[in-house]
């Protein structure tokens, strides 16, 4: 089983910026994607990305500010934020798919999940 474990999380200013990181244990071909979930809502899909990394979707919530990336040659996956808002405040949730060039925006499609990582941005 792929352990998936996410870093980069904190305390930010609104209007500023964080990177978060999900490394897996072990190189896959696999889609892989972003979710977060805020306090007493549902979880939510952020963005995803294809193996080479040549197909991506972002939520339009999030589109324009926020950016997923990946390297392969560490098995690693990346969430650029900028421009962060009050609103983006929730757990992040790194998620591993079993499709290779579907783009899944919901959750019962993804088969392995990270522990998550706490973002903040107060009002």
């Known amino acids: 089983q792929v352990r998936l474990v996410e870093s980069g999380g904190g305390l930010v200013d609104a209007g500023g910026s964080l990177r978060l990181s999900c490394r897996s244990s072990?190189?896959?071909?696999?889609?892989m994607a972003w979710f977060r979930q805020a306090p007493a809502r549902e979880r939510e899909f952020v963005a995803a990305i294809t193996y080479r990394g040549d197909r991506t979707d972002h939520a339009d919530s999030i589109k324009g500010r926020f950016t997923i990336s990946r390297n392969n040659d560490i098995n690693t996956i990346y969430l650029q934020m900028d421009s962060l808002r009050p609103e983006d405040t929730a757990v992040y949730y790194c998620?591993?798919?079993?499709?290779?060039?579907?783009?899944?925006?919901?959750?019962?499609?993804?088969?392995?999940w990270g522990q998550g990582t706490q973002v903040t941005v107060p009002s």
């Open positions: 998620a591993l798919a079993s499709t290779i060039e579907d783009l899944p925006t919901t959750s019962p499609s993804y088969d392995s």
């Open positions: 072990r190189h896959t071909r696999y889609v």
